[in-house]
């Protein structure tokens, strides 16, 4: 006995630019300490334009602007893969345990989601920001344990319908435990729900992230799209319309999160995979 089989989808061309986008993001954070031509903190004469030399210029201390932004790449991405792994986690375990059991569970854990959600997110993470100034780390976890209860949401509702699917009340006859359930069959079946908020979250984080950093409240020792873009405002960047300094972290923050919107909206209109039941 087996649920219905996945209907067979090909990306369409646009999802494939924002997969090609993302990859080539991931390769530039891997690989910034090779093909950047400098290191980012090494100066040279402040405030050139782009040359060839410089293709980016350089900002108000002398730095390369292609090399910080191609060694901020990696630590925006981190801030935002990390945060979405902290929220996808939380909000899946809560959401998974909540749907699968209900009753007095669901209650307490959704009732907790529901004050969760009330918390101004940006405004607290704003003030955590500002007195613990400890770097990225804490933010991705400040940001993590806030970011999570959407997808709580999300994911009990899927699972509140998977769970009286036939093919697990199947499962239920034929004796298997609840953590077999809940992981072998019904997450395999909410995955298509998840992935996109995992990359949806992603770019939230990214963007929530260059904010703290554009507001001053990023860690000014570590290279990042955000600080890139609070120094150009901060040293004159923009009233010296040097548009190469702010332009360019931007347009890089902008391809990013265009490139993860467009997977997440391509992993969202994937099928779920039924389970198979013995015999």
Known sequence: MRGPEPNSRRFPKVHRLGLALLLGFLLIAVLAEVIAPYDPWQRFQPYLSPRPEHWLGTNDLGNDILSELLHGTRVSLLVGLGTAGIATALGLVVGLISGYFRGAVDELLMGLTDVMLMIPRIPMVIILAAFLKSGYGVIVLVLGLLWWTPTARIVRSKVLQVRESAFVAGQRTLGFGHLRIMFSDILPNILHVLS????????????????????????????????????????????????????????????????????????????????????
Request: aromatic fraction near 14%; hydrophobic fraction near 55%.
């Open 196 to 279: 996109p908020k995992f990359m949806l979250t992603v770019a939230s984080a990214m963007i929530t992230e260059a904010s703290l950093s554009f507001l001053g409240l990023g860690d000014p020792g570590v290279k990042s799209w955000g600080m890139m873009i609070h120094f150009a405002f901060e040293k004159g960047g923009f009233i010296r319309d040097l548009w190469w300094w702010y332009t360019a972290p931007g347009l890089a923050i902008t391809l990013c999160v265009l490139s993860l919107v467009l997977i997440g909206f391509a992993a969202g209109k994937e099928e779920p995979v039924a389970a198979a039941l013995p015999g």
